[in-house]
Protein backbone atom coordinates (compact mmCIF):
# COMPACT_ATOMS: atom_id res chain seq x y z
CA UNK A 1 0.00 0.00 0.00
CA UNK A 2 1.36 3.43 -1.01
CA UNK A 3 1.40 6.01 1.17
CA UNK A 4 -0.91 8.27 -0.89
CA UNK A 5 -3.49 5.60 -0.26
CA UNK A 6 -2.86 5.35 3.41
CA UNK A 7 -3.44 9.06 3.60
CA UNK A 8 -6.88 8.77 2.38
CA UNK A 9 -8.33 5.47 4.36
CA UNK A 10 -6.60 7.29 8.04
CA UNK A 11 -8.44 10.13 9.82
CA UNK A 12 -7.63 13.45 9.47
CA UNK A 13 -6.40 14.44 13.30
CA UNK A 14 -4.29 17.09 11.80
CA UNK A 15 -5.64 20.49 13.10
CA UNK A 16 -8.38 21.24 14.58
CA UNK A 17 -11.73 18.96 14.82
CA UNK A 18 -13.92 20.08 11.84
CA UNK A 19 -17.45 21.86 13.47
CA UNK A 20 -19.75 19.64 12.22
CA UNK A 21 -18.51 16.47 13.41
CA UNK A 22 -18.70 18.23 17.32
CA UNK A 23 -21.82 19.64 16.93
CA UNK A 24 -23.20 16.28 15.72
CA UNK A 25 -21.00 14.20 18.23
CA UNK A 26 -23.12 16.72 20.62
CA UNK A 27 -26.24 15.78 18.85
CA UNK A 28 -25.44 12.36 19.64
CA UNK A 29 -24.90 12.63 23.31
CA UNK A 30 -27.71 14.70 23.54
CA UNK A 31 -30.15 11.73 22.41
CA UNK A 32 -28.35 9.68 24.82
CA UNK A 33 -28.44 11.61 27.60
CA UNK A 34 -32.13 11.69 27.11
CA UNK A 35 -32.57 8.06 27.33
CA UNK A 36 -30.79 8.11 30.37
CA UNK A 37 -32.90 10.36 31.70
CA UNK A 38 -35.68 8.57 30.27
CA UNK A 39 -34.94 5.23 32.21
CA UNK A 40 -33.64 6.69 35.17
CA UNK A 41 -37.69 8.11 35.09
CA UNK A 42 -39.10 5.21 34.43
CA UNK A 43 -36.91 3.20 36.60
CA UNK A 44 -37.53 4.86 39.46
CA UNK A 45 -41.58 5.37 38.78
CA UNK A 46 -41.59 1.67 38.06
CA UNK A 47 -39.45 0.89 41.47
CA UNK A 48 -40.99 3.55 44.32
CA UNK A 49 -43.92 4.78 42.43
CA UNK A 50 -47.51 2.80 41.60
CA UNK A 51 -47.15 1.36 37.61
CA UNK A 52 -49.76 -0.46 36.11
CA UNK A 53 -47.30 -2.96 35.65
CA UNK A 54 -44.29 -2.63 38.05
CA UNK A 55 -41.70 -4.89 36.37
CA UNK A 56 -42.56 -3.90 32.76
CA UNK A 57 -41.73 -0.33 34.16
CA UNK A 58 -38.93 -1.45 35.54
CA UNK A 59 -38.06 -3.63 32.12
CA UNK A 60 -38.62 -0.40 30.24
CA UNK A 61 -35.95 1.83 32.37
CA UNK A 62 -33.19 -0.51 32.40
CA UNK A 63 -33.71 -0.75 28.73
CA UNK A 64 -33.79 2.65 27.79
CA UNK A 65 -30.52 3.13 29.94
CA UNK A 66 -28.78 0.41 27.94
CA UNK A 67 -29.98 1.64 24.35
CA UNK A 68 -28.21 4.80 25.68
CA UNK A 69 -25.14 3.48 25.01
CA UNK A 70 -25.24 3.18 21.43
CA UNK A 71 -25.51 7.00 20.67
CA UNK A 72 -23.15 7.90 24.17
CA UNK A 73 -20.27 5.92 22.72
CA UNK A 74 -20.86 6.89 18.85
CA UNK A 75 -20.86 10.64 20.06
CA UNK A 76 -17.37 9.68 22.02
CA UNK A 77 -15.88 7.67 18.80
CA UNK A 78 -17.11 10.79 17.26
CA UNK A 79 -15.21 13.49 19.37
CA UNK A 80 -12.29 10.71 19.18
CA UNK A 81 -12.36 11.04 14.85
CA UNK A 82 -12.98 7.33 15.27
CA UNK A 83 -14.05 5.93 11.81
CA UNK A 84 -16.51 3.42 13.54
CA UNK A 85 -18.34 5.83 15.22
CA UNK A 86 -20.31 7.07 12.27
CA UNK A 87 -22.04 3.99 11.75
CA UNK A 88 -24.02 3.74 15.06
CA UNK A 89 -24.32 7.53 15.39
CA UNK A 90 -26.45 7.39 11.88
CA UNK A 91 -28.34 4.13 13.21
CA UNK A 92 -29.14 5.76 16.09
CA UNK A 93 -30.93 8.98 13.90
CA UNK A 94 -32.30 6.31 11.85
CA UNK A 95 -34.02 4.44 14.78
CA UNK A 96 -35.36 8.07 16.49
CA UNK A 97 -36.96 9.04 13.09
CA UNK A 98 -39.89 6.36 13.87
CA UNK A 99 -39.96 7.34 16.69
CA UNK A 100 -40.44 10.81 15.99
CA UNK A 101 -42.93 10.56 13.65
CA UNK A 102 -45.37 8.32 16.39
CA UNK A 103 -45.05 11.43 18.87
CA UNK A 104 -46.52 13.43 16.21
CA UNK A 105 -48.99 11.32 15.67
CA UNK A 106 -50.52 11.67 19.62
CA UNK A 107 -52.48 14.36 20.80
CA UNK A 108 -50.75 15.00 23.66
CA UNK A 109 -47.55 17.11 25.13
CA UNK A 110 -45.45 14.92 22.95
CA UNK A 111 -46.15 16.43 19.67
CA UNK A 112 -43.21 18.97 20.74
CA UNK A 113 -40.75 16.36 22.01
CA UNK A 114 -41.37 14.69 18.60
CA UNK A 115 -41.01 18.15 16.24
CA UNK A 116 -37.86 18.20 18.35
CA UNK A 117 -36.45 14.61 18.21
CA UNK A 118 -36.84 14.91 14.34
CA UNK A 119 -35.24 18.30 13.99
CA UNK A 120 -32.56 16.56 16.41
CA UNK A 121 -32.32 13.33 14.33
CA UNK A 122 -32.33 14.91 10.86
CA UNK A 123 -29.70 17.61 11.71
CA UNK A 124 -27.45 14.91 12.87
CA UNK A 125 -28.43 13.09 9.81
CA UNK A 126 -27.10 16.08 8.04
CA UNK A 127 -24.22 16.61 9.74
CA UNK A 128 -22.66 12.88 9.34
CA UNK A 129 -23.06 12.87 6.06
CA UNK A 130 -21.57 16.02 5.48
CA UNK A 131 -17.65 16.01 3.09
CA UNK A 132 -15.82 17.62 6.14
CA UNK A 133 -17.20 14.95 8.65
CA UNK A 134 -16.27 12.15 6.48
CA UNK A 135 -12.56 13.61 5.43
CA UNK A 136 -12.32 14.44 9.06
CA UNK A 137 -13.26 10.19 10.61
CA UNK A 138 -11.09 8.91 7.10
CA UNK A 139 -14.40 7.08 5.30
CA UNK A 140 -13.58 6.83 1.86
CA UNK A 141 -16.35 7.86 -0.42
CA UNK A 142 -18.18 5.58 -3.12
CA UNK A 143 -15.82 4.98 -5.95
CA UNK A 144 -12.34 5.62 -4.03
CA UNK A 145 -11.83 1.76 -2.86
CA UNK A 146 -8.07 0.88 -2.92
CA UNK A 147 -7.62 -1.05 -6.22
Known sequence: MSKDQTSATAPDTTGPRPRRLTY???LVALEGLTLVVGGVWMLVLGITGEPDDRRQAVTGGITLILLALLP????RGLLGRRSWSRGPAVITQIMALPVAYNLLQADS???PAGIA???VAVGS?????NAE????LGIRGPGNAEK
Open 133 to 136: TTKA
Open 117 to 119: LAV
Open 109 to 111: IAI
Open 125 to 129: LVLLI
Open 24 to 26: AAG
Open 72 to 75: LLAA
